[in-house]
């Protein structure tokens, strides 16, 4: 009979989860970057909640950190190094 044994550890490789917490401090960035604009007194409006960091840039950092995140999610390096040697075969 063949025995079972699990084999156990981390789901990615240690790349996948610094690209990860890259992409993370990029969507914290992106939220920090949004913060503020607001008025201390509710009688008055600020224009500044309207300028291009909060309705251009901020959101883009966010996109672009969510993008990260799914990248290294997706990121395969195990495959990226069969390859490797596929192509150093031939």
Known sequence: MKEHTEQSGFLFEKVNYKIL?????????G????????????????????????IRLAPTTVLIGFGITI????????????ESIRKSDN
Do not use: C, T
Not at 71 to 82: A, C, G, R
């Open 21 to 29: 917490l890259i992409g993370i401090a990029v969507i914290a960035l």
């Open 31 to 54: 939220f920090i970057l949004m913060a503020g604009g607001g008025s201390d007194d509710p009688n008055v409006f600020n224009e500044e909640i309207f300028n291009f960091r909060r």
């Open 71 to 82: 990248w290294s999610i997706l990121k395969n390096p195990k495959k990226l190094e069969n």
